[in-house]
């Protein structure tokens, strides 16, 4: 309901229609809105950033940081495939979305940044050349994530998954090659 008619017409009576139920039976599992609203943001948000954990390749693929990325990329153009829902209202956020909401994801959003920064700087003390911030170009990564996120959700077609992934490994690479 929330994605096809917005937070503002989200009530007990249009949840029960939805259902097909009676509000007694709403009633009867959730206290009001605003417990039923909590509870589905709680399941959503474990699952949401669960999932985005889960696109992470994993430790040992950090040898080769291009690799890395594309793969990442792959597992997460896979993510919005499988729940576009979900990740619309994370990445496309909707100008009624409640304070509420808006705050938890992008606590969410700081928390994967800061894990993203702490994978980057375990690469990051071994590499020899040019000084790169871990702070900086994780912020950048999460931010490119997102914006290519957005445009997956809203124009699937203009970039091809396998291209995009590739592109990641070309530029990544030509910046940052893998480590021995």
């Not at 920064?117 to 900086?136: F, H, I, N, T, Y």
Request: charged share 25%; aromatic share 6%.
């Amino acid at each position: 309901m929330i994605v096809s008619d917005g937070y503002d017409r989200v009530s007990i009576d249009a949840i029960a229609k939805k259902a097909d139920v009676a509000r007694s039976v709403v009633y009867g599992a959730f206290e009001n809105l605003d417990t039923l609203l909590t509870a589905l943001l709680d399941r959503q948000q474990a699952r949401a950033f669960g999932r985005l954990l889960e696109t992470i390749p994993t430790a040992e693929d950090l040898r080769d940081p291009a690799a890395f990325a594309s793969e990442a990329v792959r597992r997460m153009s896979a993510m919005l495939r499988e729940d576009p829902d979900t990740w619309r209202l994370i990445l496309l956020t909707p100008g009624n979305m409640p304070t509420v909401v808006r705050d938890r994801i992008e606590a969410d959003r700081e928390r994967f940044r800061c894990r993203v920064e702490a994978w980057l700087s375990l690469v990051l003390a071994d590499r020899s050349g040019p000084a790169l911030d871990p702070q900086v170009l994780a912020h950048a990564l999460v931010a490119c994530a997102e914006h290519f996120g957005r445009i997956a959700l809203t124009d699937p077609g203009r970039f091809d998954p396998a291209h995009l992934t590739g592109q990641v490994e070309v530029i990544l690479g030509a910046i940052w090659p893998p480590t021995r």
